[in-house]
């Protein structure tokens, strides 16, 4: 546009240069100008080219057909009046110079909206097709440009792969199509209940050959029915059986199963003890321990702060799991289908939600030792609060003492003061024994009685089998 502009007002200047006042030797063109010249200049100027039409415009206007402008002064002395020709010379540069600069911003702004808004739909058209072919490729529960995402084609955040879960219902699986499938981790029931051989998982053993011939790494579970202490222990027996006879080598953790309605009864606290007791012993043996659970029995069931020490794994057959604590895994169907598994089979995501070196922690202790029972310690994950090691803490030592080393009786006499003192918390005593009762004797309340004259040994033992004396010298009255 200002590049129009300025051709214009040169073109303008060049023309008011060569105009004279009427009168002169050179006509108002210049010396050797003619009329055409004025028309033909102003379409040249508006962007015409046609001579022919040039000449019938300045022969209709001015009416000088075959008259020079010399012999024809005093016919046109209006027209060639100075301040006349000023003011059309003006207006006719006005105006043009008006028209073109009007045309040319409109041209200018009509040519930039254009582009505009061309460029606008264009960038929606190409976005609105990107999207559509993106949402095209993806599949549900797949992985897409690094990302998997669910039924309704939402990406599912920390979703780092997917596996399966798998049992003796599975059957015979054809392990070379499975590995084509998008399965990078399998976890394997190794049987349910009480440490019974019935209760044995009969493919537990080929599915581990299985997964360490292929390299596919796996966990294991259990599925539990138990509801009391002799039962969970009856429980970790046949985990550790089953994994010792395989000798089984999982990368992932071994799961108790907690879903049985006929536990759903007890109650939370001693639920989550039973829970705790499971994986504290499993993680003794050297295995890494979880818990698997719905979404219900997670949120309205196991809530022990305790089980925050344990990986999680939680069931929810829906588009999101719903689930607001950190857990590792989401099952999030039992009808997937893959190549080389007949019939459906549960499928699951893995998230890394816990540390996987556990680089700083601190030791607490979850249980204080007595003199029958170790204590244990824990060392917690600064970080994701997962238990890495367990450690027992030794059983206390038994301790104490007889208030009296040494007593001196009379015949008939009674000691009633006897007492053990400094004694290990926990420990009590259990027996009291006189070495010569015919010279003294000592009640089960430890009353020690003078009976003639002599000496005996009172002895008295502790529930620790700690056996404490004490000299009774009897005297004549």
Known sequence: MNKKIISLLCATAIMCSNINIVGSDRNVFGATGNVNNRVYAQEETAGGNDSNKADKYTVEKTGLEG????????????FYNKETISETVSETVSETVSETVSETVSETVSETASETVSEVVTTEIVTTQVETTTKGKIKAWEKYDGKYYNDKKIVI???????????????????????????????IRCGYGSDIKSQDDPNFKKYVEACEKYKIPYGVYLYSYAVNEKMI?????HTLRLLKSVKAKPQLPVYLDMEDNSTFKVANKKLCELADYYCKSIKMAGYDAGVYAN???????LTDPV???????????????????????WQYTSTAKFNGINGNVDANFYYNSYCTTHSGGKWITKKKPTLFEYGEKRYICNKCGLCTKIERIAKLKPTGKLNKKSITLKVRKRYKKLKVKKMTAGDYVVKYKSSNKKVA????????TAKKKGKATITVTLKSGLKLKMTVKVKKR
């Open 157 to 187: 955040e920390g979703a780092v792969s997917k596996g399966i879960d798998i049992s003796k219902y599975q059957g015979t699986i054809n392990w070379e199509k499975l590995l084509k499938e998008d399965v990078s981790f399998v976890i």
């Open 295 to 301: 979404l219900s029995w997670w949120t309205y069931k």
């Open 67 to 78: 008259k020079s402008l010399v012999e024809k002064k005093d016919e046109t002395t209006s």
């Open 233 to 237: 222990k009856s429980e970790v027996d």
């Open 307 to 329: 089980l925050n020490q344990w990986y999680r794994w939680v069931a929810q057959y829906n588009s999101a799991c719903g689930y607001k604590g950190l857990y590792q895994m």
């Open 441 to 448: 004797t000592i009640s089960s309340r430890g009353v020690i």
